[in-house]
């Protein structure tokens, strides 16, 4: 099983900043890599897939990079609908792992 | 517009049996695979279960497999998760959401909202 690790846990920023949250995974995952946003007493929505391509209907302030193991998602100028939680997970074999979620809170 | 509505949670008590439905609109149906995603309270998300758009395909994971098995009847447009032998480590919100392809390799594009399965004595 492939493990997807998330860090920081939780990331306490101002609005109108930049952050960068990270995911590693024990194994390659090639680009195989997606990030999701999940709000309290919500199910979660997709904002990448493919490691760097963005939803539909996701704005560009948020961006993802990285491939293999290393992977990135950058919200570029946080809003006050961006704090929640997110998580990524990969979909190169069985199980589709997920990480254990970067909380992003008020500062 | 996609819609996924789940139904079918509730108190269950240890070793006891449930069975969830998803029912889909706004798309093809038996055109999409299909997938079973748990949350525990206060915890993350788990990968549970996935199935192709035909029907021919499952996989599961280990922790649910024997246990938990998804099928789902593209003439109403429905997804199930038949739910047996339960234990106290199931509880969780059951999500349904939608592979982007026939076959459930790929990424989630749509989830429903969830419905509470809690298994407890």
């Known amino acids: 099983e492939i493990v997807m690790t998330q860090s920081p846990a939780t990331l306490s920023v101002s609005p109108g900043e930049r952050v960068t949250l990270s995911c590693r995974a024990s194994?390659?995952?090639?680009?195989?890599l997606a990030w999701y946003q999940q709000k309290p007493g919500q199910a979660p929505r997709l904002l990448i897939h493919?490691?760097?391509t963005r939803a539909t209907g996701i704005p560009a302030r948020f961006s993802g990079s990285g491939s293999w193991t290393e992977f990135t998602l950058t919200i570029s100028s946080l809003r006050s609908e961006d704090f929640a939680v997110y998580y990524c997970?990969?979909?190169?074999?069985?199980?589709?792992?997920f990480g254990q979620g970067t909380k992003v809170e008020i500062k | 517009e996609v819609q996924l509505l789940e139904s079918g949670g509730g108190l269950v008590q240890p070793g006891g049996s449930l069975r969830l439905s998803c029912a889909a609109s706004?798309?093809?149906?038996?055109?999409?695979?299909m997938h079973w995603v748990r949350q525990s309270p206060g915890k993350g998300l788990e990968w549970v279960s996935g199935?192709?758009?035909?029907?021919?395909?499952?996989y599961s994971a280990d922790s649910v497999k024997g246990r938990l098995t998804v099928s789902r009847d593209n003439s109403k447009n429905t997804l199930y998760l038949q739910m047996n032998s339960l234990r106290a480590e199931d509880t969780a919100v059951y999500y349904c959401a939608k592979d982007v392809q026939q076959l459930p390799y790929n990424w989630f594009d749509s989830w429903g909202q969830g419905t509470l399965v809690t298994v407890s004595s």
């Open positions: 199935i192709s758009g035909s029907g021919a395909y499952t």
């Open positions: 194994q390659s995952v090639s680009s195989n």
């Open positions: 997970q990969h979909y190169h074999g069985w199980p589709k792992t």
């Open positions: 493919g490691a760097s």
């Open positions: 706004g798309f093809d149906f038996a055109t999409y695979g």
